[in-house]
């Protein structure tokens, strides 16, 4: 869509704000922070957005008014109120990718921004994000208001000062912001998804939220429909019968909604590179392919893996001892599914285990994937395994929850000495400032209660837990320690004033979420008790996702030591046969990668792909038995 809207001659700018971006990937240039020209196109630039790096630049702006605006609406002295801005300002990967768009978007630099969003939960959160920075400046606002009276009281009259211009102007940014999203004139989203069950009910959920954001969807582009095949081919003909069914589903829901409905066809190479794309853009000017209009029962087809493929005992995959089991990648891979069939088969080779299948992806699909209802409670699988429960994190819920605790200890601290109404609501905004994703690790760390055998929640054995994609399942891993130092530093911050307030209920809640993150940064880091394992595709955008990911996973100390390809193999026409060749040579191009990390050399495993993709208990109970290692030595 970049080089469609360049061809035209306007200024364009393509943007990646997935934490994990493959948009440089997909260009075959290495693309950065700041816009670069797209080699060889005419008015096209790429960036690829550096939330850490985005925030900390708006942030230095505004840091040494927000810290002056906290030091006049608190009783925290200057150190007291540094430490916790350093540490305590929400979403941070949501609301840089959202800063940096407003900034491109009033740079006057560019007539056209086509947007590569991170996956569905992820861009559902940055859509919201200027509601939060409303609520940002609103916090510091009611700090600042316990200044103005003070001024008000001594001097007779208030006189705006530079606080307050600046918080005027975040709200105004959050403001434009949002007025931007939610302007057909100048924002439009194209929602891409796939001819298959899950994605269809992902889009078909996504596509409510948006309409109750009132942020416009301009079309639906349905991706990777197979093509006639040349020749007799049970693949592609199953295949093709399931994306007319998924297709037909989605045209019935969006019939209503006036959205222009394209779609792209699989194609026989991976589309990298300019050329590649350009020829794939021609395919979004013109009525696209459709599905096979023929109905009828689909065949159960399970691929060929390569000769000479291995079996592989479960108990490599989940040793016996093994107590939290995370499956990520790139959105779109299998993880959910993989995740779901580890969890099945474990339940069923150990009845003495109590296992939990946890989904921690805000766009959760893990009872899709289950045909089965998934909620917060969790709860066993209709006709499955008594000792397998089945949960779908509730994240805010469980954020919520630990606010109100945490409010409560400051409504009973503040009973104890004379604070104004507008301290206690200070010091309530500050400790609402929680650092980001304390949504999801606050539910996290109820999951390792669990297995710690305390909480609420029930005990449990092993958890499987079906992470987000790459981005925000690392950023997940990598928050333990930054909120572990955010509770300490206001738990040091109590006791500093204990002679003066005491600690009371306030730090009992915070003594427990501090043991809760103590706890877990023990198992991330226990390699005998805690495993990360890696799925992917047998091609070049996932695996260049999937080397990275393992270095991030190995700088944090986790374990990660398998590699599972999914959806490996195809059918018997030539297209399928060329596919097969490919995807033999990404699996071995991975192979020497992994070789190269020498003793971190995880388990690669192969997936056969299936017709149709395993779902539902009795399919999903066989799936990880196909599971194999590829031809060539084998690990030990």
């Given at each position: 869509m970049g080089l469609l809207a360049a061809r035209t001659g306007r200024a364009t700018l393509i943007v990646s704000t997935d934490p994990a971006p493959s948009l440089g990937d997909a260009l075959k240039q290495r693309l950065t922070r700041v816009p670069r020209p797209v080699h060889g196109?005419?008015?096209?630039?790429?960036?690829?957005?550096?939330?850490?790096?985005?925030?900390?630049?708006?942030?230095?702006?505004?840091?040494?008014?927000?810290?002056?605006?906290?030091?006049?609406?608190?009783?925290?002295d200057a150190d007291d109120v540094a430490r916790l801005l350093r540490l305590s300002l929400p979403g941070i990967d949501e609301i840089a990718g959202l800063l940096q768009l407003g900034e491109f978007a009033e740079s006057g630099r560019y007539d056209h921004i086509v947007v590569d969003a991170a996956p569905t939960g992820h861009l559902l959160r940055m859509l919201g994000m200027p509601a939060v920075l409303e609520g940002l400046a609103l916090v510091f606002d009611r700090m600042q208001a316990k200044h103005r009276t003070m001024v008000e009281a001594l001097r007779?009259?208030?006189?705006?000062?530079?606080?307050?211009?600046?918080?005027h102007g975040i709200d105004e940014q959050a403001r434009r912001l949002g007025a931007m999203l939610r302007d057909p004139g100048q924002c439009l989203i194209a929602w891409v998804t796939l001819p298959e069950r899950l994605a269809i009910e992902e889009t078909s959920d996504a596509l409510h939220v948006l309409n109750g954001q009132h942020i416009t969807v301009d079309r639906v582009i349905v991706n990777r429909i197979t093509p006639p095949p040349r020749a007799p081919c049970r693949w592609c003909d199953g295949r093709r019968r399931i994306e007319r069914e998924a297709f037909v589903a989605l045209e019935k829901r969006i019939e209503t909604t006036g959205l222009a409905l394209g779609t792209l066809p699989a194609v026989e190479r991976e589309p990298r590179g300019v050329a590649s794309l350009r020829a794939l853009g021609r395919h979004l000017e013109k009525p696209g392919v459709r599905p096979s209009r023929r109905a009828g029962r689909v065949a159960p087809f399970t691929a060929s893996l390569p000769p000479g493929a291995q079996p592989v005992e479960a108990?490599?995959?989940?040793?016996?001892?093994?107590?939290?089991?995370?499956?990520?990648?790139?959105?779109?891979?299998?993880?959910?599914?993989?995740?779901?069939?580890?969890?099945?088969?474990?339940?069923?080779?150990?009845?003495?285990?109590?296992?939990?299948?946890?989904?921690?992806?805000?766009?959760?699909?893990?009872?899709?994937?289950?045909?089965?209802?998934?909620?917060?409670?969790?709860?066993?699988?209709?006709?499955?395994?008594?000792n397998l429960l089945v949960r779908e994190l509730d994240a805010g819920k469980a954020f919520v929850t630990l606010r109100d605790r945490l409010a409560?200890?400051?409504?009973?601290?503040?009973?104890?000495?004379?604070?104004?109404?507008?301290?206690?609501?200070?010091?309530?905004?500050?400790?609402?400032?929680?650092?980001?994703?304390?949504?999801?690790?606050?539910?996290i760390i109820d999951v390792t209660e669990a297995l710690g055998g305390t909480g609420s929640s029930p005990r449990c054995d092993l958890v499987v837990i079906d992470t987000?994609?790459?981005?925000?399942?690392?950023?997940?891993?990598?928050?333990?320690?930054?909120?572990?130092?955010?509770?300490?530093?206001?738990?040091?911050?109590?006791?500093?004033?204990?002679?003066v307030v005491g600690i009371g209920d306030l730090g009992a809640v915070l003594l427990r979420l501090s043991k809760g993150l103590g706890r877990l940064r023990a198992l991330l880091g226990d390699a005998a008790r805690t495993r990360f394992a890696v799925v992917t595709r047998a091609a070049a955008l996932p695996r260049a996702e999937t080397v990275r990911l393992l270095g991030r996973l190995h700088a944090a100390s986790i374990a990660a030591p398998l590699v599972i390809v999914n959806a490996v193999g195809a059918g018997t026409c030539s297209r399928c046969r060329s596919k097969r060749r490919r995807q033999q040579e990404e699996v071995l191009a991975l192979?020497?990668?992994?070789?190269?990390?020498?003793?971190?050399k995880p388990l690669l495993l192969l997936a056969p792909a299936t017709v149709p993709p395993p779902s539902?208990?009795?399919?999903?109970?066989?799936?990880?038995?196909?599971?194999r290692t590829p031809p060539g030595p084998r690990r030990q």
């Open positions: 196109v005419a008015h096209l630039h790429a960036v690829e957005v550096d939330a850490a790096l985005a925030l900390a630049g708006w942030l230095k702006r505004r840091r040494g008014l927000l810290e002056q605006i906290a030091l006049r609406g608190t009783w925290l007779g009259r208030w006189t705006p000062d530079a606080a307050d211009a600046l918080l108990s490599a995959i989940v040793p016996r001892g093994t107590r939290l089991v995370l499956f990520g990648g790139k959105g779109g891979v299998g993880k959910t599914t993989c995740a779901a069939a580890a969890a099945i088969d474990v339940a069923l080779s150990a009845p003495d285990l109590r296992v939990l299948l946890l989904s921690a992806d805000p766009a959760h699909s893990v009872g899709d994937v289950l045909e089965a209802p998934a909620g917060d409670d969790p709860h066993p699988i209709p006709g499955g395994p008594p409560e200890g400051i409504e009973d601290l503040f009973l104890r000495v004379s604070g104004s109404a507008a301290d206690r609501q200070a010091m309530r905004d500050v400790l609402e400032l929680a650092p980001p994703g304390v949504d999801e690790l606050a539910a987000a994609p790459t981005g925000h399942a690392l950023r997940l891993l990598e928050m333990p320690g930054l909120v572990h130092d955010w509770v300490r530093t206001v738990m040091a911050i109590l006791l500093k004033y204990e002679p192979a020497r990668k992994l070789t190269r990390r020498s003793a971190s539902g208990f009795l399919a999903l109970r066989g799936f990880l038995g196909e599971w």
